[in-house]
C-alpha cells in the first residue's frame, strides 16, 4: 500500500514537471542601476540611489542596458547556445559548447557524396593546407554529417582515414535529425534527401571565432578560397 | 482495499486528463503517397499517419508559452535564434498590443520558436510534405487540386491584404477536420529549408539537384498549382531566425506514441 504510494507520488511529480529543456544561458539580468540625471561622471552608475558627488543632483534609477550574455560568456548570436547532442568520429558524447576556444571551420557533408562532397572536403583540405603549422593548433576544422543516420562515429573515422583527415585539427560529427536540421537553419544551410542514400545541399564552409560567432562564409563548390583564408588566419594570429 | 481502488482510479482520471489534454484540438490525418508539387527523384512520397493541429496556434496559446518558458519572450530572444521583429506585435514581453485579437493566429515567430513551441508541448512541426499533403484537401475531398474551384479559392486569398488578423476558425474545415491551412497565415514547416529554390541555389547547390531554379519549374509536377508554388517559393526565401506579419504554425504528431 505505502509502496503503490511512492510511486504514485513520484509519477505525479514526474509529470508535473515534465517540460523540455530550459536554455538557462540567455536570462536577462534586469537590475537597476543609479545615475546621475546630468551624467557629471559621464556614464558611471552606481548600485544604490543617492545624489551626484559632482553636483549633487539626486540619482535617477534607470535600466542596466541588457546584457544577454550569460555567466560563461557565450553571446547572443553563439552557435553555442545550442544544446544539441552530438557525437564525435571517436564515439564521444560532446555539445557544441565544446569545442569552444579554437577558431571552427565548418562544412555539412555526407559520407556516402559521390558529387560535390568529395570536391567540398577537398576544400577543407586545400583551407588547412594553406596554414602554417603554428596557426593549426588554435583551429578546429568539423565536418558535420546531415545524415546522421548512415554516419555512424565508425563510419566517420574510417572517412577520417580514408581522406588522411584524422589529424587532431579535424573532427567529424554525428547529431540527431533535429539537431542537424537546427544546426543547418542556423549556417543558413539548405538540404533535402532526394532518395535513401543521396542529399541534395547547398555548398557553404562557415568559419566561427573562438566564441562560436558567426564570422565568415564561403558560398559554391571551388571557389576562390583566399578569402577564407584570411579570415582564419586573421583569427588564430595573436 | 477499497480505499486502494479509489485511489488507483483516481490516478487513472489524472493521467487520463492529461492525455486529452496532449491531444486535444488535434485530428487525425490518415497518411497514403501522394505526389506534391517537388518530391523526390521518384517523386511519390509516403506521408504516415500523424496528428495535427485543428486550429493554428493562437497569440493567447503563444502568451501561455512565454510565460512558461521566459528565453522566448520579446527581450530575452537570443539573435541567434530569432530577428529583431520577433513578437513586434506585443506591447511588452507579456500582452500583445491593443489592436491584436488573442484568437488570431500568432505570427511573428521565428522556426527555432516555433519548433520550440511543439516540442514543449510534446508535438513537432509538421513536414513540408505532411504540410501539403494535409492542405490539398477541401470540404470534401482529400486531394481536391484538379478542382479548380481549389486553386482559385486559395489564390483569392492571397491577394486578400492582411488576413493575419483575422481570427481562427472562420474557414470552413476541411475533410480531415483541419481548419485555415490556407486563409489566415502562411505557417512555419520543420523542414523549411529542404526547399532547394532561391536564387541562392544556383551557385551553392548540388548541380545535381532537381530543385533547380530553371529546372525546378520543369520539373514540378503540376504546372498549374500556382499557390503551391508561391507556398514553396516562400519557404525557399526564408531563414530559420525570420518573424514575419503573416507566417505562424501549427504542431503535429506521430501516430502511436501515447
Redesign the interface.
Known sequence: ?KG??NI?MV??VV?AFQ??N??K????SSAEVYQCPMQCEGDKTYEKPGSCPVCNMAMQAIEKP?E?KSDDGIS????F??TSAWHTEEDEAIQLEDLKGKTLVMVMIYTSCK??CPRLVADMRHIEEQIPKENIKDLNFVLVSIDPKTDTPERLKAFAKENLMDGDQWTFLQGTE?GV??F???L????????PI?F?????ISVFNPKGELIHQQ???GVDNKETVAVILNLTTK | MKNQAFRLIFVLLVFRTTLLAQSGGMVSIQGSRYIPLYGRDSTVVEVRDFDMDVYPVTNAEYVDFVKKYPKWQKSNVIKLFADDSYLANWKNDLELKNSEKPNSPVTYVSWFAAKDYCECEGKRLPTVDEWEYAAMADETTKDARVKPSYNEQILAWYEAPRSNENTIGKHPENVWGVHDLHGLVWEWTLDFNSVLITGESRKDVDKDSNLFCGSAAVNATDLMNYAAFMRYAIRGSLKAKYSMKNLGFRCVKDKNEL
Open positions: 500500500m503503490l504510494k504514485l509519477l505525479s509529470l517540460s523540455c530550459f536554455n544561458k540567455s536570462t536577462v541588457s544577454k547572443e548570436t553563439s552557435i547556445n545550442l558529387a560535390a533535429s536540421r537546427e543547418a537553419n542556423v543558413a544551410m539548405k538540404y533535402k534527401q532526394i532518395s543521396d541534395s545541399h547547398s555548398n557553404i558560398e559554391g563548390l
